[in-house]
């Protein structure tokens, strides 16, 4: 699998619709990457301001679709994609904090957690995360 641009903060506040045409915009922390990456923050963003729970039959439809274009027995490869994606999206977190003046970093350590707590369970409890 190549590497690709890899959004990093695909979420429906950054998709918008115009006539029939969807746009992704806030390409801020896009990257070349792996392109299973990509889901890592849209799984978060639908388990915590969507609501879906972690077993909800949404997140395989969605994985699904979106690994259609590639063809078919890659979901393995896309569970290990999104474990390592969760830790690169926790480091690129980490950067961020470290440009923050000190006293906006309490505030910022509230997602930094949430971030950094799912990407350990992605490794220590393989059945928390729907990817």
């Known amino acids: 699998m190549p590497e690709t641009v890899q959004?990093?903060?695909l979420h429906m506040a950054n998709v918008y619709k115009r006539g029939e045409r969807l746009r992704l915009l806030d390409w801020g922390d896009?990257?070349?990457s792996h392109p299973f990456a990509s889901l890592v923050v849209t799984f978060r963003f639908l388990e915590e301001i969507n609501k879906l729970?972690?077993?909800d039959a949404w997140f395989s439809r969605l994985r699904d679709a979106?690994?259609?274009p590639w063809g078919s027995g890659l979901t393995q490869a896309f569970r290990l994609a999104a474990r390592?994606?969760?830790f690169a999206h926790t480091f690129a977190w980490m950067r961020q904090r470290d440009a923050l003046p000190e006293e906006a970093r309490p505030e910022f350590d509230t997602g930094l957690t949430i971030v950094l707590?799912?990407?350990i369970a992605q490794i220590r409890d393989q059945d928390v995360c729907p990817l």
């Open 66 to 68: 979106y690994l259609e």
């Open 53 to 55: 729970p972690p077993g």
């Open 84 to 86: 390592i994606g969760a």
């Open 117 to 119: 707590r799912r990407a």
């Open 7 to 9: 959004h990093d903060d």
């Open 30 to 32: 896009s990257s070349i």
